[in-house]
């Protein structure tokens, strides 16, 4: 029979499927609650580090504490906000929250706090706004996840920013390469089409190497030949991915799978996530360790985000 289970919402079920003991100390009621996608709870099953993958979707009490600085709006998207959900802090470029829906909730997601507007017509939202900010070349679709949203909505918000020509990059942020590719695949003939109309480029989030797999490296492949441009951008997170040997052996099977390193981020300082926070020393450190491990286009760049600035801030 097909498993029609796609992803695990109750913490009990997806731990029995997992079928270990682990040693984590789990908030069983979290306010930001739980999700993971089944195909994450396989490659869970099938990782070499199991704990580094648990560790970033597994409520722990440690969100309980809080830290001074941990806010729930931590890098100014609020102040940044042009319309309900069009974010623009560069000069010429903008950020839509295409959705409040994603293939999973990492503990540490910097929106986790988010007030998430729900939209009727993000597309009518969006074409509205670029109607009057012609000076506008690069809409980027962020979310929650833009590749969660239904076929026909996600079409719909395409076609309404491929109605204004001054835009001609289109990017997309998503992590469901890795954690629902078949959210992504079934986007994929409209996919297909978009490099005749934009520059595009998918900005995939993987953190781990152990989070690559046939699945993603049939979506990248795909969405390569098709014509878009990969990268990555990953969060350094304590405990997951702190480490150069993970770093480096991250960004080597990012390129295997034709995707190149893009941003190592700084945490954002979002209220509940403190425990996944690296210093920036030991950050430092660490990507000069990688830097004499791997050719220079596979050396992500440290950067943080402080509200306010107008672009990213290397650290
Ligand atoms: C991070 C971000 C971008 C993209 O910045 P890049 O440095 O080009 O990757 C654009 N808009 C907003 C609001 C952002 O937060
Ligand atoms: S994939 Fe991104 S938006 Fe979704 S929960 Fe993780 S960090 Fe947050």
Redesign the pocket.
Known sequence: MEDLVKSFTQIPAFLEYLGKEFNATIDQNPTFPFLCSKHYADLIRNAEQPEALLREILPSIEELKDAPGFVDDPVGDLNAGKSENIIQKYDGRALIIATAA?????R?????NYPFQSSPDVAREVSNWLDVHTDVWEIILS???PLSMGVGPFRDLVEAIAAHPAVTTLRIHS?LPIMRSDQVMQHFELLQELPARFNCVLVS?VDHPDELDGNSAIVFGSLKQAGWTLLNQSVLLKGVNDNAETLTKLSRKLFEQGVLPYYLHQLDHAKGVAHFEVEDHRAQELIEEIRTKLPGYEVPKLVREIAGEKSKTPV
């Open positions: 994603c293939g999973v909730r990492c540490f997601c910097f929106r986790r979310g929650g996840d992590r989030h």
